[in-house]
């Protein structure tokens, strides 16, 4: 019988849940097995009664990124489907009946033949074969009491109200460890730290050593699964049930595609329409879309370049080929960031450059004309910059700049926010929805962050650090006023900062 020592860890998992498999990965790393019960129960019981539908296996693919996005380390590949794992589950609690040790490694087999190879653990032949490796008979009797022991197992998941589809630890003073933790969170809450951690995948970052690709097929997966099947264990799949799916991907800062592929069904140039207006609207991206069709159907081809497709993949390629005609177009996208970046990033500063800020400003000024909200701009200049230079020269006056506009970066964090450098020491930032006290509260911020750098400046008249001088302006824009006159408001707010006393902020 499988233990039930009450004074052991007990961990709650499902042969199917991908967030379950890279926490049983994590603790045999740990060598932690040992030290817990493993009880298997059934997280998603509708699999087995509504089959795998689009949205069910789009929410694997997502649960399949989400753990690549945290658990790095640990080899996982999107499986095509997933399955009831009850009959699965029984197997495992019947071979601890016969042999504990052997479970074990029975269960490990389940676990990798699903998440590594792809297979279907409910398929008898995946038993079977499970089952020799292990050194278990190949028939095994599922009696009542097997099927007592998941009724238990899964009423005390079920009460531990969880609230989501994810694996649970219990102590044995019953503290609780939810979902996949880190390393470092599983050694703690082991070492016996009050540790809940909950994990939602919604909150989970994007791996950046995987690319990812999104494939919109409308007519279900099968008919391109050959292609993905070339593709999941390289990279990570999305799967949007639906346009609307795809358009919150295509907007989502975590789940961004770096590619969408679309098959060829009968709407395929009005949803290739609809991506591509997506992607136009998306600010500084390049995303490339390829159609997925079928073999010698040159006209549909030739229409899909017509229309700006990236290329043309054939679904029954060999994967190799598949592989490489999706390497040349993450490389190709590469190239186009790497240009675009290059074309708005200041090089020595890494901030916006003045181009993108009078991009941005022009974006803003339209934005908030329309939502009457003030927008507010800060010109900044380095004190005495060319004394630095001159007694210090100037590769400490680059490596000054850098670390300014790091400590700039650093303080104005809200995503719509805008840091460039405006030329030679000069910067602005420009604070969308801040009025004129919220934008001199950021100012005073920024000149004591630049302080705190202590970068040495004994030709300054300020200070015997580097310092920098502020002007602030804010308008509400309309008709009556234009993105001009906020940069002379603060220009001109700069000048008396600077005639004055400089190592402050002077708002207009």
């Given amino acids: 019988m499988p233990n039930t020592d009450t004074r052991r860890y007990v961990v709650y998992g499902d042969l199917n849940c991908p967030y379950s498999y890279a926490l049983h990965e994590r603790l045999k790393a740990l060598n932690l097995l040992s030290k817990v019960e493993y009880r298997l129960v059934e997280h998603a019981q509708d699999i087995g009664l509504y089959g795998n539908t689009p949205d069910m296996l789009a929410e694997l693919a997502s649960d399949v990124f989400s753990v690549r996005s945290c658990a790095g380390e640990i080899s996982i590949a999107l499986p095509p489907e997933r ?82 589809r994810v694996p649970i630890i219990f102590s044995p003073d019953q503290r609780k460890l939810i979902g996949l933790a880190s390393v470092s969170e599983i050694e703690a809450f082991f070492a016996g730290e009050d540790n809940k951690v909950e994990y939602d ?35 990570n799949i999305l799967l949007p049930a639906t346009l609307n799916d795809l358009k919150q991907q295509l907007e989502s800062a975590e789940q961004t595609p770096d590619l969408v592929l679309i098959h060829a069904t009968d709407d395929w140039l009005n949803n290739l329409l609809y991506c591509q207006r997506l992607i136009q609207n998306m600010k500084n991206t390049f995303i490339p879309i390829a159609l997925i069709g079928a073999e010698n159907d ?35 996208k590469r190239s186009r960031d790497f240009l675009e970046r290059s074309a708005r990033i200041d090089g020595l500063t890494g901030v916006n450059n003045r ?42 006056g680059d490596s000054c700049l850098r670390r300014i506009a790091g400590a700039m970066q650093t303080t104005v964090n809200r995503s719509h926010d805008a840091v460039c450098r405006y030329g030679g020491e000069e910067f602005v930032i420009l604070l969308p929805e801040t009025d004129k006290k919220g934008a001199e509260r950021v100012a005073q911020t920024i000149r004591q962050q630049i302080m705190l750098l202590g970068i040495t400046h004994d030709r300054s008249s300020t200070g015997l650090v580097v310092t920098a001088s502020q002007g602030v302006a804010t308008l509400i824009p309309s008709s009556c006023n234009s993105p001009n006159e906020l940069v002379e408001s603060a220009d001109q707010a700069l000048y008396k900062a600077k005639s004055t006393q400089r190592n402050c902020v002077v708002a207009a």
């Fill in 298 to 332: 040159d006209q549909q081809e030739l229409q899909a370049y017509a229309h700006g497709a990236s290329d043309y993949l054939i679904k029954d390629r060999a994967a190799g080929i598949t592989r490489a005609r999706i390497s040349m177009m993450l490389e190709l």
């Fill in 201 to 235: 995948s919604r909150k989970m970052c994007k791996y950046s050593e995987h690319h990812t690709i999104a494939v919109f097929a409308s007519e279900g997966l099968a008919p391109v699964w050959q292609l993905i099947d070339a593709l999941r264990g390289d990279y």
């Fill in 83 to 164: 399955p009831d794992s009850r009959f699965a589950i029984l197997c495992v609690i019947a071979a601890a009946q016969i042999d504990d040790e052997k479970a074990l490694i029975f269960r490990d087999l389940f676990y990798k033949a699903m998440w590594v190879e792809g297979m279907d653990i409910a398929s008898p032949t995946v038993i079977f074969d499970c089952l020799e490796a292990a050194g278990l008979p190949t028939e095994l009797s599922i009696d009542i009491d097997a099927e007592e022991i998941l009724e238990d197992w899964q009423d005390r998941w079920e009460n531990s109200k969880t609230g989501s």
């Fill in 355 to 396: 181009r993108e800020f009078e991009k941005t400003l022009e974006m803003e000024w339209r934005r908030s004309a329309r939502t009457r909200q003030p927008l507010s701009l800060i010109m900044l200049d380095v004190d005495h910059f060319k004394a630095f230079n001159d007694r210090y020269g100037h590769l400490a």
